[in-house]
């Protein structure tokens, strides 16, 4: 099972992900975690360090190329496989992949090109997959995630936010991308907001797959650099996300 988690920027998408993950893991299964956002951070929700991303390992087979250390008769498509397999983290609760970015000011098309061969390639490897997306709409546009079977919209009560969740309800359409489920997840929510936001959230369209309220375990964590993935059971966020990944695995 694919799942992304989506959302304008900053309104808690790698918390999420980092969440689900630590979630999903419990279960035993396999797990491979993508962090497709060029300015990634999921790593440091996860507490990993990692030495090498995508494209990293991209640029590298560019330069290789261009001095002729590789011989021209082989296959860079079976080279950048075999590179980028070795590029995932290993722990032994799930596997880190980290799309990065290219070097300079190049567009990330050919990283996002890239993302979307390894999801078609490696998720048979492994039970669940979960993807931590770039903000916005091009995972969309570029059909990054077209092959996902649970997107998850993130946002918190701004208005923008509601906004970038409902214009990507609206694009997966006009896209014809189905998704076997989209879910509308409300974040940062104050309690005294709770009602006037189901409202909101109603609006858009969307399936709302839950709700979850500011959290003050998750903002000590951030303040003392913590990752977040190590967030306790009985925290709030924590709580209500254990059921929305109840909700997901009925899916599965
Ligand atoms: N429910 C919550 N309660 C308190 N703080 C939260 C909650 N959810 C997220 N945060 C905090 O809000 C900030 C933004 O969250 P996060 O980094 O997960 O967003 P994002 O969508 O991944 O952002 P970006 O687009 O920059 O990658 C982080 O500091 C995060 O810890
Ligand atoms: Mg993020």
């Known amino acids: 099972m694919i799942i992304a988690v989506s959302g304008k920027g900053g309104t808690g998408k790698t918390m999420v992900s980092s969440a689900l993950i630590n979630l999903l893991s419990k279960t035993g299964k396999d797990i491979l975690a993508i962090d497709a956002d060029p300015d990634s951070n999921l790593p440091e929700a996860l507490g990993i360090d990692v030495l090498k991303t995508v494209g990293d390992v991209r640029e590298e087979l560019k330069k290789d190329t261009a001095s002729g250390n ?20 290993e722990t032994p609760e799930f596997d880190l992949l980290v799309m990065g970015r290219p070097e300079g000011s190049g567009c990330y098309c050919a990283v996002n ?5 390894i999801i078609e390639t490696i998720s048979s ?40 969740a409902q214009r990507i309800g609206e694009l997966a359409k006009e896209l014809e991308i189905n998704f076997k489920k989209l879910f509308l997840i409300l974040n940062r929510v104050k309690i005294e907001d709770g009602k006037n936001l189901r409202e909101k959230a109603e609006a858009t369209g969307l399936e709302l797959g839950g709700l979850i309220y500011e959290d003050s375990v998750v903002s000590e964590y951030d303040m003392e650099g913590r990752p977040l993935i190590e967030l306790p059971s009985d ?16 899916f599965h």
């Open 70 to 89: 590789i011989p021209s008769s082989a296959n860079k498509w079976d080279i950048l496989d075999y590179k980028i397999m070795e590029s995932v983290v």
């Open 125 to 164: 490897n492994y039970d669940f997959i979960v993807i931590d997306t770039e903000a916005g709409l091009e995972h969309l546009s570029r059909r990054t995630t077209q092959n996902v079977d649970v997107m998850l919209v993130v946002t918190d009560p701004s208005y923008r936010g509601i906004l970038t």
């Open 113 to 117: 090109n890239m993302l979307r061969k």
């Open 235 to 250: 925290a709030v966020s924590v709580k209500e996300l254990t059921k929305i990944v109840e909700k997901i695995l009925k």
